[in-house]
């Protein structure tokens, strides 16, 4: 009898690693950076990826920012250094809607992420060991400080428009709030201007799956043998995440109570898995083999702490002072950041333009990746808004 296939066991952190290869992407060294809820991150480095080219006043630069678990891979195949295709290859490229033959685009990998930038699986500087435990918290505001330095090191004084969704739409915000003459107009899609009590308690909950595994050995775990990391709580965390980003009329289209092939859930002895089931285990299999479990802790904990009104006065402050044109976009479907979110931050902020746009799509969340067609005309928009 042949033997059922086994994959190998993922590596104890599933984050680039310096010597694997570079692929697109390329560093910056931004120096040392204070943080919002107080000390200082060391020799921060930067991992980022460029399209087009900058023209003669710069000021053709766009900012792409990823979500949670995004990269700077924006658009382009998988290959060497790059474990998927482009999140957004549907709209950034030569001749779509961010046209790379027109604009100069900047996507960098997250302060805190694990593809290149610093993060908990990255090099301590005076040690020979990754951050680990000792990585400090983060804010979204740290992580757009260290974007801007970015920025002054591509020679980009002000960018024409800076577009993300869900985590990506809160640095879009935070951009605008905190660098209004560096921003020409912001795209503010499937995100929130703070978060509420039912986001921070699902991502608490992620977050609390991660830290429970044994694996995770108190955050220091990177030297850990392959299949010994904290991939159960990863695996976990994500399953709960992956829900939130979906719909249950979708789910419940795509698999109802149907078994996965081959297996039977009402089995008395061996009990199989629902195709759901199988198509969680999928996704879970998927991260833990490109994500670091330290990054998916730091970077959620910067979602729960995130406020644009954060040392602002409020949120509702913070967003009445904003003057860079916002196009804001909800997903009608979104569950994870509801239509109510994205209201709000139109109701507060004057310079929302156009009152609020919604995106129809029966994929919840995840529409902000693939309502491609709805969300092009509202990223040529944004750039025609911040056009000098």
């Not at 474990?83 to 001749?95: D, F, I, N, Q, R």
């Not at 046209?99 to 694990?114: H, I, K, Q, S, Y």
């Not at 991939?231 to 109802?256: K, M, N, P, Q, V």
Request: proline share 6%.
């Amino acid at each position: 009898m042949a033997r059922a296939f086994r994959p190998a066991p993922p590596p104890a952190s599933g984050g680039w690693r310096e010597g694997d290869p570079a692929g697109h992407r390329r560093f910056a060294d931004v120096g040392d950076l204070p943080l919002q809820l107080g000390g200082l991150l060391p020799q921060v480095r930067l991992a980022y990826e460029t399209w087009g080219t900058l023209n003669a006043d710069a000021s053709n630069a766009v900012l792409v920012e990823h979500a949670l678990t995004g990269d700077t891979h924006v658009t382009g195949e998988a290959g060497p250094g790059h474990p998927t295709a482009g999140w957004w290859s549907a709209l950034v490229g030569p001749g779509k809607a961010l046209d790379t033959d027109e604009w100069f685009v900047v996507a960098a990998n997250v302060v805190g992420g694990c593809q290149g930038s610093t993060g908990p699986s990255s090099h301590r500087p005076g040690t020979t060991r990754p951050w680990g435990s000792a990585f400090p918290r983060l804010t979204v505001a740290d992580q757009v400080a260290a974007e801007a330095r970015l920025a002054d090191h591509l020679g980009v004084a002000r960018f024409a428009a800076v577009l993300g969704g869900s985590m990506g739409g809160m640095r879009s915000l935070e951009w605008a709030a905190a660098h209004p003459g560096r921003v020409g107009a912001a795209l503010v899609l499937a995100s929130a201007a703070a978060a509420t009590a039912d986001q921070i308690g699902g991502q608490s909950a992620q977050i609390t799956a991660i830290v429970s595994d044994p694996g995770w050995r108190g955050g220091d775990y990177h030297s850990a043998p392959d299949g010994q990391g904290p991939h159960t709580g990863l695996g976990l965390a994500r399953r709960l995440a992956h829900l939130s980003y979906r719909t249950a009329a979708e789910l419940d289209l795509r698999f109802g109570r149907e078994a996965q092939f081959g297996e039977d859930p009402l089995s008395p002895t061996e009990p199989g898995r629902y195709a759901v089931q199988s198509y969680l285990d999928h996704h879970a299999d998927k991260l833990v083999r490109r994500f670091d479990a330290g990054s998916y802790v730091a970077l959620t904990d910067a979602m729960n702490t995130w406020d644009v009104g954060l040392g602002r006065g409020g949120t509702d402050v913070a967003l009445a002072a904003i003057t860079t044109p916002l196009v804001v976009v909800a997903v009608d479907s979104d569950r994870l950041y509801p239509v109510a979110d994205s209201r709000r931050i139109v109701e507060a902020a004057p310079a929302a333009v156009g009152g609020l746009r919604v995106v129809r799509s029966t994929s919840g969340h995840d529409g902000f990746l693939l309502e491609a067609d709805q969300i092009a005309p509202l990223v040529a928009e944004t750039l025609a808004l911040g056009r000098r």
